[in-house]
């Protein structure tokens, strides 16, 4: 009985569900995008990277295959994921101007990040063509979304817990990207609702993980955050080192 009163409601709104779903999908779209023009503003003030080798590297794979081998895969989103692969194209050269700042430990590294930042790209690349061909444009559009996802949620807890620093980290970054998550989780149950997803989404206990995990790092995140920026605050010495051995380096 309540799922046929459930279903008929949704019948009834057909149409403003759709254009609620419209908005969220633009409203997502735009602050992935400001997202992205945050993290280079993030890594050009504090001269450090603001997002880990892993996610960046993975984007830029998943954007350039679904938008010059596979772009009707990513149609609906009518260009945008060109407009974020070309900005990832900025983003990531910023990025490693300032990597060597990270990578004092390992001067291999740091003598070879064109290389990294190069072949990490390539792999990522490879695997996201590779998952397409296996599954098919459609399903791995969004599964290859769902592992950007992920690693856009997890690679910036795992940053700024290794760093013990809120250089590099940004609140502002952590809002655009949690409000493009929990606005686009609430479009593709929309979607869902209506009839028109795109792929498997709450009946798959795999996107029910998915979407448990993503939503659980991005409310850790701003805690981390808080808690680190206390302890930077607590001890102003110990942060103006840190300062001033970073800009040595720049």
Known sequence: MAQTSLISAILEHQDALASVAEFLRILAGICWTLNYFSMLWTTRKDKIPSTGIFPLCNDIAWEFIYAFVYPTASAHWQGGVRVWFMV???????????????????????????????????????????????????????????????????????????????????????????VATFGGFIKLTIYYLTGNAAGPWIESPMCRFYIGLTLVLDLVYPICYYIIRRQELADPQAEQRRKAKLGKRA
Do not use: M
């Open 88 to 178: 990832h194209c900025i983003v990531i050269v910023t990025i490693i101007k300032y990597a060597h700042n990270e990578w004092d430990y390992f001067p291999l590294i740091q003598r070879n990040l064109y290389l990294v930042y190069g072949l990490v790209t390539v792999g990522f690349a490879f695997g996201q063509y590779s998952f397409a061909c296996e599954v098919g444009p459609a399903l791995g559009f969004f599964y290859g979304g769902v592992l950007c996802q992920t690693l856009a949620s997890l690679g910036p807890v795992a940053q700024i817990l290794s760093r013990n620093s809120t250089r590099g980290a940004s609140l502002l970054t952590w809002f655009l990207r949690a």
